[in-house]
């Protein structure tokens, strides 16, 4: 679906050395501004998304775009799954769409919340401290003990997951979000999906450094080095790792939402009138492929960000600049299918949303422990690949939002107490 000088290479389930999984992408999360900042949301923050900002909205609608990229996610890999299970050693099929442009939309949504959850921190005595803080406290626990989990089944139970053990120089790197080849020469994790959670934290260490600045100039020397790395990779490529890797036209996505960022903070607003049509166009936009297609198929390196980066912005701006306080008024209310049926499916998603970080790295877990089941039970005769996916994401949804409410948000608030962040 994607060039490989766009992004790594994302096509099945839970293996380490034999696949390579996506994420928001996860995982792209982002932490309060302070103490009582509501509505800038990290995915896993004590204060949910749907409780209203000084100015009324919530960001509901963001938190809930951010539950629809898990879910493409999930479904490329569930399609992913199924088809090595079905049809083992047959091309894929196309898609109906691009689900791996989840990640596109993480990516603008994690440069977006940055800018608005670390305002307060840009050019503050002691905001570099805090930043770090929040961030580590944010995506280190959750992620290091799947990459436990994931290494503990490796050791005990190889054959499950189709992996060989990998050297401690990988598991090293893989602790540390550092891009290192595996055997294959792809420079991807123990826990491959963790690939993604690599950009974010070279974006993360961009920002902290950044974050001794005023705000405008952290987020114009972010997007400089960004942009300039993106360049010397398309001249100068291919680079070794990690270079090569951290230069990969992707992370422009990060600059696209620090932009969208400060035109939140200036108060940009956009009637719903416009907002749904455009929202509307990005999904076409998205649907379309345009990076298989010519031109832009003869544009390895920026054909994606143009195709999948752009109408991602769009569609993350349209989510952001068009929720009014009407609609998180309503939102913020209770859930109720019947009166209000549109706030409270957004209100559901939003929820969902909370726990995107949680479904994003739980989920590979869930579609191969579903898969064997499939396998034991004989519904290889019947499953259709569509069908295992809305059984992948059903499960995966359920599975990801208990282990967000019952583990991962009291771990966060027990850590921030504890840290005084």
Not at 150 to 179: E, H, K, M, T
Not at 231 to 256: C, H, M, S, Y
Not at 266 to 283: D, E, F, H, T
Not at 401 to 409: D, G, N, P, S, T
């Amino acid at each position: 679906m994607q060039s490989s000088s766009a992004r790594p290479d994302t096509s099945a389930s839970v293996q380490g050395q034999g696949s390579h999984l996506g994420h928001d992408a996860h995982p792209g999360q982002a932490a309060r501004a302070e103490k009582g900042a509501h509505g800038v949301h990290d995915g896993g923050a004590a204060v949910p998304a749907t409780h209203p900002r000084a100015d009324g909205r919530t960001l509901a609608l963001l938190q809930a775009l951010r539950a629809f990229a898990a879910i493409a996610v999930i479904i490329y890999h569930c399609h992913s799954e199924a088809l090595n299970w079905l049809y083992p050693g047959q091309p894929r099929p196309p898609e109906i769409f691009p689900w791996m442009a989840g990640v596109d939309v993480f990516f603008v949504i994690s440069g977006f919340i940055i800018v608005l959850s670390s305002r307060k921190l840009f050019g503050a005595p002691g905001g570099f401290r805090l930043f770090v803080m929040r961030r580590l406290i944010r995506v280190l626990p959750l992620y290091w003990a799947m990459t436990s989990l994931f290494l503990l089944v490796v050791l005990l139970a190889p054959g499950v997951l189709n992996s060989g053990v990998p050297d401690w120089r990988q598991i090293l790197a893989s602790y540390l979000f550092f891009p290192w080849p595996r055997a294959d020469g792809l420079a991807l994790p123990v826990y491959s999906l963790g690939w993604t959670l690599n950009y974010e934290m070279m974006f993360y260490t961009l920002c902290a450094g950044a974050v001794l600045l005023p705000r405008r100039l952290a987020v114009m020397a972010v997007a400089l080095v960004l942009g300039l790395g993106v360049l010397i990779g398309a001249l100068a490529g291919p680079l070794p790792e990690p270079f090569q890797f951290w230069t990969r036209p992707l992370v422009l996505d990060f600059i696209f939402g620090l932009f969208l960022g400060l035109l939140y903070g200036r108060g940009v607003a956009i009637s719903p009138l416009l907002a749904w049509p455009g929202a509307l166009v990005a999904v076409a936009l998205l649907a379309m492929d345009l990076p298989t297609r010519p031109p832009l198929s003869d544009w390895p390196t920026l054909g994606p960000i143009a195709g999948y980066g752009l109408p991602a912005t769009l569609l993350v701006a349209m989510a952001a600049f068009g929720e009014t306080q009407k609609l998180s008024a309503r939102v913020v209310g209770r859930i109720d299918f019947f009166r209000r049926p549109f706030a409270s499916v957004v209100r559901v998603f939003a929820e969902l949303g909370d726990a995107s970080y949680a479904l994003y790295l739980l989920h590979p877990f869930i579609i191969r422990a579903m898969r064997q089941v499939f396998v034991m039970l004989g519904f290889g005769t019947w499953m259709t690949s569509t069908l295992f996916a809305l059984a992948g994401v059903i499960a995966s949804s359920i599975g990801g939002w208990l282990l967000y409410r019952l583990v991962e948000a009291p771990v966060l608030r027990w850590l921030r107490r504890r840290a005084g962040v």
